[in-house]
Nanobody, 121 residues
Framework: QVQVVESGGGLVQPGGSLRLSCAASGNIRSILAMGWYRQAPGKQRELVAA???????NYADSVKGRFTISRDNAKNTVLLQMNSLRPEDTALYYC???????????????WGQGTQVTVSS
């Protein structure tokens, strides 16, 4: 049973910081890439940041310079440090992981349930 679980969301004032964490567990041999997406009410889900197993990163233009993604391959976790938060960052943040499983091989992308981030004064 594979699980992807996010944590760390909450309410923060504009200009504040939050750190989101995501852990993948189960019959995982390796994780090819991990990423964070977000979806605000009435909007489509969008990529926030992604990181490969080799450490290459990709960011949405709207978060460059404010958000930092990092991962711990040994622990199958990915972090998203979010600084200088703005009200427009308010959304449900989802983590995903592109997995390679023991006995199955490439298994595709698994998603977490999401964690709410609200930026408001």
């Amino acid at each position: 049973q594979v699980q992807v679980v996010e944590s760390g969301g909450g309410l923060v004032q504009p200009g504040g910081s939050l750190r989101l964490s995501c852990a993948a567990s189960g019959n995982i041999r390796s994780i090819l890439a991990m990423g964070w997406y977000r979806q605000a009410p009435g909007k489509q889900r969008e990529l926030v940041a992604a990181i490969t197993s080799g450490g290459s990163t990709n960011y949405a233009d709207s978060v460059k310079g404010r958000f930092t993604i990092s991962r711990d391959n040994a622990k199958n976790t990915v972090l998203l440090q979010m600084n200088s938060l703005r009200p427009e960052d308010t959304a449900l943040y989802y983590c995903n992981a592109d997995l390679y499983l023991y006995g199955l091989g490439p298994a595709g992308v698994y998603w977490g349930q999401g964690t709410q981030v609200t930026v408001s004064s």
